[in-house]
T-cell receptor, first 113, second 113 residues
Framework: DGGITQSPKYLFRKEGQNVTLSCEQN?????MYWYRQDPGQGLRLIYY???????QKGDIAEGYSVSREKKESFPLTVTSAQKNPTAFYLC????????????FGQGTRLTVV | KNQVEQSPQSLIILEGKNCTLQ??????????LRWYKQDTGRGPVSLTI?????NTKSNGRYTATLDADTKQSSLHITASQLSDSASYIC????????????FGTGTRLQVTL
């Protein structure tokens, strides 16, 4: 089955630690995205990548980093510089940059303890 | 600033009843509008897309409308089922690229017996 796989589903992190969220897709999509979802707010774009080895900051990139070394993979690192990292993180993909239907993974819930 | 506002914030209805969710947007340049369904703890899934020239579109028991003049959209759910319990998110695209999506905060619908 084609789709987007995010892992882990739940993640706990101590303050001051970096943590990496995994996102893998087998849809052969060129573009991938990371969003953050908080209660009472719409999804906000963290980073996106339209092609391998290239990525762009979204609206709330501070405290996050990404890489895109393979077409299928777009991991997100939440660094200790992110002031309020507890949130639900969603990875998405589109066939290319000029498509607007985003296909989402099942999300990772990150909790800082 | 592009914005998408949804109402009501939450809604409880009896199984078998109809309901209508509202979306108002100020997004420029407007490309299209999608309604997504998001089950709790899962990623959103696209239900329907509305482009500038479309007024009404149906997908099973879901019917979306768009009034581009007043910048309003609605999602009507007919003969609700328990499985309709979810958050419904209105998403507007500016410029035809997924990197410029504006997400509403969603309407949380609960269908009860």
């Amino acid at each position: 089955d084609g789709g987007i796989t995010q892992s882990p589903k739940y993640l706990f992190r101590k303050e001051g630690q970096n943590v990496t969220l995994s996102c893998e897709q087998n849809l052969n999509h060129d573009a991938m995205y990371w969003y953050r979802q908080d209660p009472g707010q719409g999804l906000r774009l963290i980073y996106y990548s339209q092609i391998v080895n290239d990525f762009q900051k979204g609206d709330i990139a501070e405290g996050y980093s990404v890489s895109r070394e393979k077409k299928e993979s777009f991991p997100l690192t939440v660094t200790s510089a992110q002031k309020n990292p507890t949130a639900f993180y969603l990875c998405a993909s589109t066939p290319g940059q000029w498509y607007t239907e985003a296909f989402f993974g099942q999300g990772t819930r990150l909790t800082v303890v | 600033k592009n914005q998408v506002e949804q109402s009501p914030q939450s809604l409880i209805i009896l199984e078998g009843k109809n309901c209508t969710l509202q979306c108002n947007y100020t997004v420029s340049p407007f490309s299209n509008l999608r309604w997504y369904k998001q089950d709790t703890g899962r990623g959103p899934v696209s239900l329907t897309i509305m482009t500038f020239s479309e007024n009404t579109k149906s997908n099973g028991r879901y019917t979306a409308t768009l009034d581009a003049d007043t910048k309003q959209s609605s999602l009507h759910i007919t003969a609700s089922q328990l499985s309709d319990s979810a958050s419904y998110i209105c998403v507007v695209s500016a410029g035809g690229t997924a990197s410029k999506l504006t997400f509403g905060t969603g309407t949380r619908l609960q269908v009860t017996l």
